[in-house]
């Protein structure tokens, strides 16, 4: 059974500061791994997706790794800004299915 | 492209009644669909997989009489919650997979209802 773990799972940094943001999961046969982000009673937002064969996926400041032989993805978010502030979650796609990581929620004080 | 909707996106219902939710895949055709539910300060917990024209697949530990889903048509999958209980108060959220190419290998999610039971 595929297993995902966010750590920290939680993170408050001040504003101009860049975020790092762990993501593992216990099997690694997965189709592709993708982050989202979440604002408070609101849906999920698609940051990035990494499909299995790549290493890392770019939009803007963000930035997102993928070590599919040890398990592991980092999000990068450089130069946070307070807008930043949400909880980013992590998933992986193996079978039919996503599964979730427990999520990083992240405060970006001004 | 890929715009999935839900409705409502807010219901608040007496204990015992039934709600429908509604999901809509906009701008594309989902094969497959998925509902999950969150609790407050959890993560996302699949509750089912439906495959359009045919019975959902539920996960371990979700009542299937109690949580019913229809997929009756390429665009629009319901989750009906029968006789709700104050414990069904969740944030729940569907997701659609299309059957090709670039909608085959990524979910696009839904806004999410968040259902109050009294």
């Known amino acids: 059974k595929q297993e995902v773990t966010q750590i920290p799972a939680a993170l408050s940094v001040p504003e101009g500061e860049n975020l790092v943001l762990n993501c593992s999961f216990t099997?690694?046969?997965?189709?592709?791994l993708q982050w989202f982000r979440q604002d408070p009673g609101k849906g999920l937002t698609s940051l990035l997706l990494?499909?299995?064969?790549?290493r890392e996926q770019t939009s803007g400041r963000l930035n997102a790794s993928l070590d599919k032989s040890s398990g592991r993805s980092t999000l990068y978010i450089a130069a946070s800004q307070p807008g930043d502030s949400a909880t980013y979650l992590c998933?992986?796609?193996?079978?039919?299915?996503?599964?979730f990581g427990g999520g990083t929620r992240v405060l970006v004080k001004p | 492209g890929a715009v999935v909707s839900q409705h409502p996106s807010r219901v608040i219902c007496k204990s015992g009644t039934s709600v429908k939710i509604e999901c809509r895949s906009l701008d594309f055709q989902a094969t497959t669909m998925f509902w999950y539910r969150q609790f407050p300060k959890q993560s996302l917990m699949l509750m089912a997989t439906?495959?359009?024209?045919?019975?959902?697949?539920?996960e371990q530990g979700v009542e299937k009489d109690k949580f019913l889903i229809n997929h009756a048509s390429l665009t629009l999958s319901t989750l009906t919650v029968t006789s709700a209980h104050p414990e069904d108060s969740s944030f729940y959220i569907c997701s659609a997979r299309g059957s090709g190419g670039a909608f085959f290998n990524e979910q696009f999610f839904g806004p999410g209802t968040r259902l109050t039971v009294l």
């Open positions: 998933a992986v796609a193996a079978g039919n299915k996503l599964t």
């Open positions: 990494i499909q299995s064969s790549q």
């Open positions: 439906s495959n359009e024209g045919s019975k959902a697949t539920y």
């Open positions: 099997d690694s046969a997965i189709y592709n």
